[in-house]
């Protein structure tokens, strides 16, 4: 069975992008994937968090995971800071990245532009998410196409590792889903939708009551153009609407098209609305079931320790391969 690997990191609630761009993907597969996603904790601190609000929403995230219909019979769902085997495979692999490779991603370039004092963190962030996909020989990552970058890289620090020290990883691909790729805000549509966006009025989180997402679409930016027609160049507010509508009724977008000739977008922005206010309703109502069970505990307990058990057999095999072992590696036929 192919293996899947995706995580998200806390840094604010899960948005509708997040959903479509990645939670939604897995939940499609996991009946033929073995299916591993996770809560990137210690990608959140890249920048800071606080800490209280951080504490709270990791345990959001999982249940909001399970509420999305991840099912954690057929998912392995944990903590990434729980597995201390990621960090430490980390730092091996940073001495299998060059900073020119690290220092070329965008998400890097762009975030530390936006603060002076950007953390070593930030720069090293891709290598540890290369260690939470290597570690457990995953297939496929699903993820918006904003992370296809950090996936090659995974894959090209992979190839490096296995040419100098011997077949060590599976190389992973990143795997993108047909639309939701990438939602954009909605006030800027040229923007990505973003989690840590600090003006909400673009952004639909999956725990804004239904009718702040209902305002927040009719507020959402259009054109003067008049036309419910794909055009991401020319009509990139309507184009996202279609996307987000397309993804989440699973109606080809053309049929919507079709579906709005002639009509305003009024109406349009009405469907709109509620397709995605009747779809985050059914998943809220799941949350406030999970949130207030006994289940986390069982299922994070589980998930944790075969997350362990694959890290800690990768992690030792990196050693021996690079040679940092109390054994006797000329003794041994490794
Ligand atoms: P941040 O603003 O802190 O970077 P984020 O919303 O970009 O938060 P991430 O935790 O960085 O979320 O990404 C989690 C997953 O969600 C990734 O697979 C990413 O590609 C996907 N994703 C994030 N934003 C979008 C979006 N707007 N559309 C589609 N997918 C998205
Ligand atoms: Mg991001």
Redesign the pocket.
Known sequence: MKRIL????P??DL?L??Y???IKQMVNMQDEYDSILFV?DL??LTIYQDPIELNERIRKFIAMYIACGIDPEKNTIYIQSENEFIPAMSYLLECTTTYGEASRMI?FKEKSKQNANFSVGLLTYPVLMAADILYCDCDYV??????KQHVELARNIAERFNNRYGETFTLPEPLLSET?????DLKNPTK??????ENPTGVISMFDDLETIASKIKGATTDSLNQVHFDPENQPGISNLLNIASSIANVPIAELEENFKGKGYGEFKKYVSEVVVNHISEIQKRYEEIINSDMLEKVLNKGIERSRELAKEKYELMKIKMGTTRKDLKKQDN
């Open positions: 995706t995580g998200l990191k840094t604010g948005t992008g997040n479509l761009g990645a990137a990608h959140a998400q699903p993820v918006g196409i904003d992370q939701g790729t990438k939602i954009y990505k939708m973003s989690k840590s966006e």
